[in-house]
């Protein structure tokens, strides 16, 4: 079956970029939509932005200025660029697919990965 | 702030029906934009519990219902059971920020 595994490192600093992948098995990354979503205790879920395989994006306005998404479509991959980190972006981070242009679903997730941001 | 609206949180005895309700505007819910549901037990990742509005996936148990109207949405779930406590998210694709929006969360508490 279909299965989303992200990783990455558990503990940044502030002011540091975060780099994280999400490796896909089971399905061809290619002809679908991808997602980063992210969650804290405070937050709750919050959307971080959308891959499509062809690299198309679009993120999330409040994090805009700091986030990049990419896909490699011969390792099946996705990967999540955060930079100018602060405690306020520690969470664990998903990800998932997206139903784009029909009902604008996950139904896929990651087990997530939590990061902490700290010095 | 969240775009969509929930109450932190509800409750219900078992055997009792609760429902969540999830309140957007004209550029979510309220343009048409399906409204979805999940369900997150912590320390898992979300479950996709109703997808375009009323429509559940499969192993998603008829307890678990939901409807649409206007800038709103709501999730109902009849008969609670104890392994029914867990945090509840709507979320749907808002056209102002092209992308998609949560709500705040609801934790529900079977008493």
């Known amino acids: 079956q279909v299965q989303l595994q992200e990783s990455g490192p558990g503990l940044v600093k502030p002011s540091e970029t975060l780099s994280l992948t999400c490796t896909v098995s089971?399905?061809?990354?290619?002809?679908?939509?991808w997602t980063w979503i992210r969650h804290s205790p405070g937050t709750g879920l919050e959307w971080i932005g959308y891959?499509?395989?062809?690299?198309?994006?679009n993120y999330n306005p409040s994090l805009k200025s700091r986030v990049t998404i990419s896909v490699d479509t011969s390792k099946n991959q996705l990967s999540l660029w955060l930079s100018s980190l602060t405690a306020a972006d520690t969470a664990v981070y998903y990800c998932a697919t997206w139903d784009y242009g029909r009902y604008w679903y996950s139904d896929l997730w990651g087990r997530g990965t939590l990061v902490t941001v700290s010095s | 702030q969240s775009v969509l609206t929930q109450p932190s949180s509800v409750s219900g005895a078992p055997g009792q029906r609760v429902t969540i309700p999830c309140t957007g505007s004209?550029?979510?819910?309220?343009?048409?934009?399906?409204v979805n549901w999940y369900q997150q037990v912590p320390g898992t990742a979300p479950k996709l519990l109703i997808y375009?509005?009323?429509n559940r996936p499969s192993g998603v148990p008829d307890r678990f219902s939901g409807s649409e109207s206007g800038t709103s949405a709501s999730l109902a779930i009849t008969g609670l059971q104890a392994e029914d406590e867990a945090d509840y998210y709507c979320?749907?694709?808002?056209?102002?920020?092209?992308?998609?929006?949560f709500g705040g969360g609801t934790k529900l508490t079977v008493l």
């Open positions: 089971g399905a061809s990354i290619s002809n679908h939509y």
């Open positions: 375009g509005n009323i």
């Open positions: 891959i499509y395989y062809r690299g198309s994006t």
């Open positions: 004209s550029s979510n819910i309220g343009a048409g934009f399906a």
């Open positions: 979320q749907s694709y808002d056209s102002t920020l092209s992308g998609s929006v």
